[in-house]
């Protein structure tokens, strides 16, 4: 166990649709990290947070946002769903921002139908 | 479980055996690399780090080697149990206006047969 977790484990939607992810650093943790893990694409990162802050932005569609709460929690919404949006999401945490180590949590699975 | 990638190298090795798993890189500033191993169904999970002001590094029953030069990371992975079985990545980290975000290597799956 990471110590950060993501929910929901599962979700299915349809195309058009808006979800929202939500994941809890490990405690401790300012750094906030968001993935995206399909089959033919790999990890990809999307967006990083540090104590609130967006800090770094990757390959994020703009049908995407994130934020991070004051809490440290962080929640990524995906709207206008797609069939290509299907995928794993990871939520990873860090103490913060420099060359540590990464925590994941378990993920979730979008299922766009 | 769930897959993370069907056209994944693979890498089948005997119970016992050590294991090799190599990964390029691509960036030369990277200053700072990761091994992660994701079993099927869980979220990567940290196996060991190197900086690259070292060449190796070694953990428990794990060693990696950083050639700089050729831009070129192993991992070793010493008598290998089922319990390795899972997919590997190797992730670099540049600098980025203070972020250090990893790029994710493709993997390699290992497969250990008892």
């Known amino acids: 166990d990471s110590g950060v977790t993501q929910t929901p484990k599962h979700l299915i939607t349809a195309t058009g649709q808006r979800v929202t992810l939500r994941c809890s650093p490990r405690s401790g943790d300012l750094s906030v990290y968001w993935y995206q893990q399909s089959l033919d694409q790999g990890l990809q990162f999307l967006i990083h947070?540090?104590?609130?802050?967006?800090?770094a932005k990757g390959n994020i569609l703009e049908r995407f946002s994130a934020q991070q709460f004051p809490d440290l929690h962080s929640e990524l919404n995906l709207s206008s769903l797609e069939l290509g949006d299907s995928a794993l999401y990871f939520c990873?945490?860090?103490?913060?921002?420099?060359?540590?180590?990464?925590?994941f949590g378990p993920g979730t699975r979008l299922t766009v139908l | 479980g769930e897959s993370v990638g069907l056209h994944l190298p693979t890498l089948s090795v005997q119970e016992g055996d050590n294991s090799i798993i190599n990964c390029a890189y691509s960036?030369?500033?990277?200053?700072?690399f990761i091994w992660y191993k994701q079993e099927s169904g869980k979220g990567p999970q940290f196996i060991i780090d190197i900086r690259s002001n070292m060449d190796k590094r070694q953990g428990q029953r794990v060693t990696v080697l950083l050639n700089k030069t050729v831009k070129h990371l192993s991992l070793q992975i010493a008598a290998t149990q089922p319990g390795d079985s899972a997919v590997y990545f190797c992730a670099e980290n540049p600098t980025s206006g203070g972020s250090y975000i990893p790029t994710f290597g493709r993997g390699t799956s290992l497969i250990v047969h008892p």
């Open positions: 960036n030369s500033a990277s200053d700072y």
């Open positions: 990873a945490s860090s103490v913060d921002t420099g060359k540590n180590e990464q925590f």
């Open positions: 947070y540090y104590n609130g802050e967006e800090r």
